[in-house]
């Protein structure tokens, strides 16, 4: 892509739907916390260094991705911090083209200073609103539970307790493999009950069996990642030339499929060329772009709209339609979809 063409992208009004905000902080923010809070657990105190050392291109894993992790949280534990970090994402992501937002956390890995739970939720909120006044762009918060522990539940309760101050989700996240999404079926009872959108991580490091079990046994509305769909098909030259039963499923009933390349081509041994974003996008799947973990995977929306442009062969007309896809897929109120998409993205796209 030429820099006339790069400068297209970044000016693109774009929808997020996947971002994990302890996987975006700025650098230079992880380092002030960090020296507010006394946390002297950073692998070094030079900007640039620790950067280089939050890059996880050469994880290779998930599971070794997750590690970096522990940092971000670690100077993410008080009230100023939490809304700090909130409020910065809004406006990184907002300056890079984003016209509306879900970004996601675990508001329970946030009590090491002794904040409970529904003050780590405040503060948070707090930080998204900021800046979404500030910058005029829509935002939702979605709670993440996480799959290794047994406290789903009271996360889901959060959520419904939250759900009409601005939670509009409910999530599991954490290592996939060995730790089924099924064993936190009330907890996606209890986030359903509450009339909150559902958005579990499958698909990303196991196979089409998590997908299965996200949808058919937990009743998921959206999926995180989803990409091992691929893994239901047969394909020939880049592209799908038959489906399994799963896969038709997920293509024929419009799952959405919150796909995040850069993070997957870090954890999931598939380069730029082979992802399979393109075959699943031309085949009629509803791939929405997300960044995952902005800091982690040093990445911003315009670098994932790049990213297919340059190695799928996405055009603008591609980009629009996972653009519409994503905002129809947001878990924002009808009159709000149909406001940003006639007002911000048709007019752009056009």
């Given amino acids: 892509m030429d820099r006339a063409g790069s400068h297209l992208v970044n000016t693109l009004p774009k929808v997020l739907l996947h ?8 650098i230079e923010t992880v380092l002030d916390l960090a020296e507010a809070a006394g946390y ?31 940092h971000t949280i670690g100077v993410m534990q008080t009230d100023d911090a939490l809304s700090r970090v909130a409020y910065e994402a809004v406006l990184d992501t907002a300056a890079d083209g984003v016209v509306y937002a879900e970004f996601r956390f675990a508001p329970l890995s946030h009590l090491q200073a002794g904040l409970d739970p529904r003050s780590v939720i405040d503060a948070t909120l ?24 047994d406290s789903s539940g009271d996360v889901a309760r959060l959520a419904a307790e939250f759900s009409h101050r601005g939670v509009v989700g409910f999530d599991l996240a954490g290592p996939e493999r060995g730790f089924p999404a099924d064993h936190h079926l009330v907890a996606c009872r209890t986030a359903r009950e509450a009339n909150l959108g559902v958005t579990l991580h499958a698909g990303e490091a196991d196979g089409p069996h ?15 990642h989803g990409v091992h769909i691929i893994d239901d098909c047969v394909v020939d030259r880049g592209d799908i030339v038959k489906m399994g039963p799963l896969a038709a499923y997920v293509r024929d009933f419009g799952v959405p499929l919150e796909v995040c390349p850069t993070s ?48 799928q062969g996405f055009t603008i007309e591609d980009l629009a339609r996972v653009t519409r896809q994503a905002m129809m897929a947001s878990f924002a109120p009808l009159p709000l979809k149909r406001e940003i998409l006639a007002d911000r993205i048709a007019p752009a796209y056009a």
């Fill in 19 to 26: 971002d994990h905000l302890d996987g975006g902080p700025r």
């Fill in 40 to 70: 002297s657990s950073l692998p070094t105190t030079d900007a640039a260094a620790l950067a280089d050392w939050f890059d996880q291109s050469r994880s290779g894993s998930l599971a070794t991705y997750l590690e970096a992790f522990t």
């Fill in 126 to 149: 707090s930080g998204l609103s900021e800046g979404a006044r500030e910058t005029g762009m829509a935002i939702g918060l979605i709670l993440d539970a996480m799959r290794h522990r």
């Fill in 210 to 224: 998590s997908i299965w079990v996200a949808l058919q046994r937990c009743g998921a509305h959206r999926i995180g």
């Fill in 264 to 311: 997957n081509l870090h954890t999931g041994g598939w380069t730029a060329d082979t992802h399979p974003v393109g075959a699943l996008h031309r085949a009629g799947f509803a791939i929405t772009l997300n960044t995952d973990n902005r800091l982690m995977s040093r990445t911003t929306l315009s670098d994932e709209f790049r990213l297919v442009v340059d190695h």
